[in-house]
């Protein structure tokens, strides 16, 4: 076991800890407003403060854990339930109109720039995490189509793969069958480090409005308020802060950990 | 080489014509009116049709989209519903801040990210690799937007050598604008040169374990002179990918520090277009960015081929 | 004094054990070979002579090389011997250049670097010309040159400062037997102009034959034998030695076999590939990699398929398993099609690279009943059948339970064929199939054939650019170049007396041990 694997995987795992532990326990009711105790800094009733509204952050933090997972995995999956089929089929049509076409459509969508493509969809459609779900998703779609055909292009080479043909086997069976296996490792590190670009997307967009609404918290719209705020409180901007920031480090330690002890020799697409 | 650019050039411009008709398409499905948005619910229906008329929007949507395309081949971009001002003048104006910043940003992302990476390669495995790559995942990990609040609470509220927020302008001299964009450059560029050493550093590492690598240290080359003679050049490629992609990050990421820091930018017109269903200004914006990232991307391939002889003389 | 002395070296990489107590010494003008298989330590010598070793090797002992001792020396003065009174040329030709500097860039480096005095272009053409590549410009980049000349460009950098040792590791491993025979004969012709040592590593006894004047042989990094080259291969005195001579010239007993029915037709056989658009609006041309090729293949036939790399061999075998569209002619197995998927049953195939043809994730019985996939319906007595095939190429049944990363690489042959048997195909496709093994293994594995033959009548085609193996191994053969097969007949016709310039050109330039040993 190495320790970029240990600490990646303890951070990622606290925050999952606290977001599945939300649901059944806070210290304080998140959305409870209490101003009389607002703008309190960390002390031991309030372990994070308060904010304006004198709503407990540590709460708050909590829940917002919930927000910013549902939201990456989602997109992830979207991500990887698209993208990975394309990718296999792109591979297997290496050259081919398929590939051309696949690859092509993929540029296209890394010239946009994700987060403006983001914010026009938010924009247009409504804000909200749904919204905000599928702007970040379809930019993972040609990210693991990449990885997933750039993974697999090599394996179509190898014989093993031209002795499955040889026992007859279709270009969707060998893909499921012997690609897909092989590409694994690849796909969960590639999914690791999509997560946390996730985590750090939904935070920008919340962070302008676009994403989750109120009364649904999330990480961004509390830097959003405590922007306002931050000569008088910083604690209110630094305490997500580091959430957001100790969570990234947690899943990209993870995804290198997990890249180091599953195949020395993978790459990864890292943007 | 000539086909090569010729080749490149030419899906650049396929590029450009399928993004305006994404960009196009997703406007026109946008619920709500803007006719309607613009004078509100009230308005009668026959000042509503004069206006659609007057703003196009009565005609085919085929023909708006050439019109579209058209105008802006030739600088126009239209009229904003809002203020009834040419986008173009609009646009122009808020360039002047994006762009730069832009630029800043890269530039300063450049100049921390590659000593950076070339160290951490050069000394791969001992302390100094190790704290650099171990800083650089921090740097990736922080949202510029929160480390651009961090900044302002430093530099500008306590130290108080900045100021928060507002652009000064360019008339009031380069120093003085240059300045009151270098907070929000460093919030944008610190997190990208993390990931730009990054890569620098593994491009670097993959080079050094070429073949050719070890024929040049065979010649007599030291470590160090191998890798600035031979190393450096190879590991380009995969840097200037990187390099490419970033512009187009830095001027999106910039959309958000310009929140930040109050920042007459694109990213300000946008956000104000889009409360004021002022579609037109979007679109164009929009357009504009896509623009610039093809654009880029058209010359980070054009570098390749300056970089790498093999792909001269293919395709 | 030797120019080259190595004393007593020991070598550890990160604790391992990797050369022990090798001694070995090069006069100036001579020529030493060093042989060995895989695992060996002979690549680990040469690197260690130049002191290029992988980070953390510690090396005890002693290397002189014209009065320096390496081992004691610091980095800064062997990067000033290096290049120098050293040069080394490597295997892999396609790779050892730096693919964004012109060849004249990267030959006149080594002379800027030591003769800072000398026109260095100038001498980088001079030394240019001597490797034979006059007619190339020193503006030329690595990728617009053949393999071959590559491995000139290599030579010319090791030599532009006329070193006094020349070290080349596998240095015609990579390339094909005619080039190989030129490069031999450079290299060759180099160090006794020169009066330069050359220090040649290399696995190929035959090529060992050809060039050198004394020989190590190698093993488990430990010096086996040394000794005069004439002397040492007509008398072995140690086992090892004499087992490496007799796989290396190993003969197997093929089995007579009933050559009745024609099996495999190949007719008029076209396989053109479209090359990218030279200009714009022009037709793409095209290249025809299998021209107008005609055989037959009857049942109980052993047939060889040579020639060297580009010929065509590998497109005609997967046109060959129907893996490949052919625009002409047509190749059919006992009268039908192969593209048919009612064919593919009755051919399978046995690769060439023992670690690539098995999916690493899966347990070896699912991998050599894969082709049990062609049947209408899977065996009842799967395990069985696969206990037997292991069984039939030398492995035990309970080997099926374990993945294929726990097998060598000649157990991995064994497998591949075990797969290949598995439902009885009428023909055999081995493509390569023993390249990529050492020469002993190489041995077992086509005896293993043999006995398969004298077992199950095989019927098969076996592609290879070794005309020592394909001699021994098949009936009959056919020479390929450019598409097309320029001379078929009997194996011993063809190799006693062939016909066609090409092939007696093959013939030649493939290096032989004596014939007097074993």
Redesign the interface.
């Known amino acids: 076991m190495n320790r970029t694997l240990i600490i990646g995987g303890i951070l990622s795992a606290l925050m999952l800890v606290a977001a599945l532990a939300s649901f059944v326990w806070t210290p304080f009711d998140h959305s409870a407003m209490n101003i009389p105790e607002r703008l309190q800094t960390p002390n031991g009733t309030h372990w994070f403060g308060t904010d304006h509204f004198g709503r407990d952050l540590f709460s708050m933090i909590m829940v917002g854990a919930r927000t910013s997972i549902a939201v990456a995995c989602v997109a992830v999956g979207i991500g990887i339930g698209l993208g990975v089929p394309l990718g296999l089929w792109a591979a297997a049509r290496q050259g081919g109109w398929v590939d051309e076409v696949i690859m092509r459509g993929n540029d296209l969508i890394f010239a946009f720039p994700s987060l403006v493509i983001a914010i026009l969809i938010t924009a247009i459609f409504g804000a909200g995490a749904i919204n905000a779900i599928i702007a970040i998703g379809i930019f993972n779609i040609p990210v693991f189509a990449r990885v997933t055909r750039g993974g697999a292009l090599p394996l179509w080479a190898r014989e093993f793969i031209l002795a499955a043909r040889v026992a007859g086997k279709g270009a969707a069976r060998i893909s499921v069958e012997h690609i897909l296996p092989n590409i694994a490792n690849l796909l969960i590190v590639q999914a690791t480090i999509q997560f946390s670009l996730g985590i750090l997307a939904e935070a920008a967009l919340s962070y302008v409005g676009l994403g989750a609404q109120p009364p649904t918290p999330s990480w961004g719209r509390m830097l959003a308020d405590a922007q306002t705020l931050v000569s008088i409180a910083p604690h209110m901007a630094l305490v997500p802060g580091f959430a957001i920031i100790l969570t990234v480090l947690g899943l990209n330690l993870l995804g290198d950990g997990l890249r180091d002890a599953l195949d020395p020799k993978l790459r990864v697409t890292r943007v | 080489m000539l086909?090569y650019t010729?080749?490149r050039l030419l899906s650049l411009i396929v590029?450009l014509a399928?993004?305006s008709l994404?960009?196009f398409a997703?406007?026109e499905v946008?619920?709500g009116d803007p006719a309607s948005f613009m004078l509100g619910i009230n308005a009668a229906e026959d000042t509503l049709a004069a206006l659609r008329a007057e703003l196009g929007l009565d005609q085919p949507k085929w023909q708006r989209y050439l019109a579209w395309v058209g105008g802006m081949m030739q600088g126009d971009f239209g009229t904003s519903y809002q203020y009834r001002t040419p986008v173009s003048e609009m646009i122009a104006d808020r360039l002047w801040v994006s762009l730069p910043l832009a630029l800043y940003a890269l530039t300063l992302s450049t100049l921390i990210a590659f000593p950076a990476g070339i160290y951490a390669a050069s000394r791969r495995g001992k302390a100094g690799d190790v704290s650099v790559m171990g800083a650089t995942?921090?740097g990736?990990?922080?949202?510029n937007?929160?480390f651009a609040?961090?900044l302002?609470?430093i530099f500008a509220?306590n130290l108080r050598w900045f100021s928060a927020g507002g652009f000064t302008g360019w008339d009031e001299g380069v120093w003085a604008a240059m300045k009151s964009l270098t907070l929000p450059a460093i919030a944008l560029a610190l997190p990208q040169a993390a990931?730009l050493a990054?890569?620098m550093r593994s491009a670097l590492l993959d080079v050094l374990d070429?073949?050719?690598m070890?024929?040049?240290?065979?010649?007599?080359?030291?470590?160090a002179q191998a890798l600035r003679?031979?190393g450096l050049?190879?590991a380009m490629i995969p840097v200037l990918t990187?390099l490419g992609?970033q512009f187009?990050?830095l001027?999106?990421?910039g959309?958000?520090i310009e929140?930040?820091f109050y920042l007459p930018g694109l990213g300000r017109l946008?956000?104000q277009s889009?409360s004021a269903r002022d579609l037109i200004v979007?679109e164009s914006v929009?357009m504009l960015?896509?623009f610039a990232?093809?654009t880029v991307?058209f010359l980070v391939d054009l570098a390749y081929a300056a970089?790498?002889?093999?792909l001269r003389?293919?395709? | 004094m030797s120019l080259l002395d190595i004393r007593n070296l020991s070598l550890s990489i990160t604790g391992t054990l990797i050369l022990q107590d090798v001694s070995l010494t090069l006069e100036a003008g001579e020529v030493v070979a060093v042989t060995g298989e895989s695992g060996s330590g002979k690549s680990m010598t040469a690197l260690a002579v130049m002191q290029l070793l992988p980070s953390g090797a510690e090396a005890t002992g002693r290397i002189t090389l014209d009065g320096h001792d390496l081992l004691m020396l610091d980095e800064a003065t062997l990067c000033t011997l290096r290049g120098d009174l050293v040069g080394m040329v490597f295997q892999e030709p396609m790779t050892a250049l730096n693919p964004v500097q012109t060849i004249g860039a990267q030959v006149s480096e080594t002379v800027r670097l030591h003769r800072p005095d000398l026109d260095s272009l100038k001498r980088a053409r001079d030394v240019l010309d001597r490797v034979g590549l006059q007619a190339i410009p020193l503006t030329r980049y690595p990728h617009e040159l053949s393999g071959g000349q590559r491995q000139r460009v290599v030579i010319a950098i090791a030599i532009a400062c006329g070193p006094k040792l020349l070290i080349a590791d596998e240095p015609t491993t990579a390339l094909d037997v005619t080039t190989q025979a030129q490069i031999l004969d450079l290299l060759k012709q180099l160090a006794a102009e020169d009066g330069m040592g050359l220090l040649m590593i290399t696995h190929d006894l035959a090529v060992v034959a050809e060039i050198a004047d004394r020989i190590t042989v190698m093993r488990g990094g430990k010096v086996v034998e040394a000794g005069d080259t004439p002397a040492l291969l007509a008398a072995p005195k140690h086992p090892y030695t004499q087992a490496l001579l007799a796989a290396s010239n190993h003969r197997v007993d093929l089995p007579d076999s009933n050559k009745d029915t024609p099996l495999l037709q190949v007719k008029n056989v076209v396989r053109d590939y479209t090359l990218p658009r030279t200009r714009l609006f022009a037709p793409a041309g095209t290249h025809r990699a299998v021209d107008h090729v005609s055989f037959d293949i009857r049942r109980g036939e052993r047939v060889g398929l040579v020639g060297e790399s580009g010929c065509g061999k590998s497109t005609l075998t997967r046109a060959i398993l129907g893996l490949e569209p052919v625009q002409g002619g047509s190749i059919t197995l006992d009268g039908t099609p192969v593209t048919d998927s009612s064919v593919r049953r009755k051919m399978q195939v046995v690769f060439q690279d023992p670690y690539g043809s098995f999916n690493p994730r899966h347990l070896v019985a699912r991998l050599i009943s894969e082709p049990f996939h062609l049947l209408d319906t899977p065996p009842k007595d799967r395990d069985a059948r696969i206990a037997a095939a292991l069984n039939d190429v030398g492995l035990s049944p309970e080997d099926a339970q374990k993945y294929p990363h726990q097998f060598s690489g000649g157990q991995r042959q064994r497998l591949a064929i075990a797969r290949a048997l598995i439902i009885r195909p009428e023909l055999v496709i081995f493509d390569e199939a023993v390249s990529a093994l050492d020469v002993s293994v190489r041995a077992q594995i086509l005896d293993l054939i043999a006995d398969l033959c004298r077992q199950y009548d095989l019927t098969y085609l076996f592609i290879s650019h070794d005309l020592s193996v394909v001699r021994t191994i098949t009936d009959r053969v056919m020479v390929m170049q450019r598409g097309r097969i320029v001379e078929q007949g009997e194996t011993e016709a063809v190799f006693g007396a062939a016909q066609h310039p090409y092939t007696r050109q093959l013939i030649d330039a493939a290096p032989t041990l004596p014939e007097a040993i074993t």
Not at chain 2, 140 to 143: C, R, S, T
Not at chain 2, 214 to 223: D, F, H, N, Q
Request: proline share 4%; glycine share 2%; no cysteine.
């Open positions: 086909r010729f080749k590029s399928i993004a994404v960009i997703v406007i946008a619920p995942q921090i990736v990990a922080i949202p937007f929160w609040m961090i302002v609470l509220i990931i990054r890569v070429e073949d050719f070890r024929t040049a240290r065979a010649k007599g080359l030291s470590r003679r031979h050049r190879n990187i992609l187009s990050f001027l999106a990421g959309i958000i929140q930040v946008i956000f889009i979007v929009t960015l896509v990232v093809i991307n970089v790498d002889p093999r003389a293919r395709t």
